[in-house]
């Protein structure tokens, strides 16, 4: 029986080292945490923002320092982001999962997060892998909702 | 639904001549599904799509203010050269793109899985040609 417990109790303890590692961050860690796994888990992503409703910036991480104005940038991109779902409602029965403003070496996708509560802009260079994105940028957008939700 | 076509004289600015050039690129990318031009004013000035058209007319001005809005965020993040702003649903993606003088945009409606590299091979020629058509201000 001691022995038993003994072992869960080495067991806890491995557990918490887990947690306690540095650099081992989960999709339900912090929001800034969030997001600066999501920065580099996937490469070539240069920046990602999350942006209220409003298009007001609430968080963000960068690879480099911030070379522009985010309240502008957010703002304009979910303004993009609304006139390319009203062109969808307009067009189309289905609503519009996100939209993409290219350059010839760079984009910037914006999605807003599955509730509507927030969107989420990602900067990335003209070379990211666009699958990987996709596929990451779904948790990333379910975690923020979560940690915006509890504030 | 039918093809509403907006060059029917009762458009200001409309120019029959881009309904040919709008043809040309359907029948070029088979993939594309309908074609929008859109004047300075985000007035629609070509159309080969199927909608209603006072959705046409909501859907032009929008597609007006998405790639404005694009060009503000690139010129904000000093990023240059935005050629488009792509919108995408689970089955349909629809392509916003000024023309060079930026006298138009052009709105490309496509199914999925599009050929990308066709489109993106296409629309350049496309949008050069909205340009000569609408004064000949085009860049090259």
Do not use: Y
Request: glycine residues 8%.
């Amino acid at each position: 029986m001691a022995g038993i417990r003994q072992n869960r109790v080495i067991e806890v303890d491995e557990e918490r080292s887990e947690e306690m590692r540095p650099g081992k961050v989960s999709w339900d860690a912090p929001l800034q945490d969030s997001l600066t796994l999501f920065l580099t888990s996937v490469p070539g992503v240069l920046a990602i923002v999350v942006a209220d409703r409003n298009g007001l910036p609430v968080a963000s991480a960068m690879r480099d320092k911030p070379r522009a104005d985010l309240v502008a940038v957010s703002a304009m991109a979910v303004l993009a982001m609304e006139a390319g779902r009203s062109v969808a409602r307009n067009l189309h029965a289905t609503q519009a999962n996100t939209v993409t403003i290219e350059g010839e070496s760079w984009k910037v996708v914006v999605s807003p997060t599955p509730s509507g509560l927030a969107n989420v802009l990602v900067m990335m260079e003209g070379t990211t892998n666009l699958g990987l994105l996709k596929l990451t940028l779904p948790r990333v957008a379910e975690a923020i909702e979560r940690h915006l939700e509890t504030l | 639904m039918p093809m509403a076509s907006l060059v029917d004289g009762d458009v200001v600015g409309a120019r029959p001549e881009l309904d040919g050039l709008l043809g040309a690129f359907l029948g070029e990318v088979s993939d594309a599904t309908g074609v929008l031009v859109t004047g300075e004013s985000g007035n629609p000035i070509a159309s080969k799509l199927a909608a209603e058209r006072i959705q046409l007319i909501a859907a032009s001005a929008m597609a007006t203010l998405a790639a404005w809005a694009g060009e503000v965020v690139a010129a904000n993040l000093r990023l240059s050269g935005m050629w488009g702003v792509t919108i995408e649903g689970p089955t349909w993606k629809v392509i916003v793109a000024p023309t060079p003088s930026h006298a138009a945009v052009v709105l490309v409606t496509l199914e999925k899985p599009a050929d990308g590299p066709r489109v993106q091979r296409a629309l350049p020629g496309l949008l050069r040609a909205v340009d000569r058509s609408l004064g000949g201000r085009t860049t090259q």
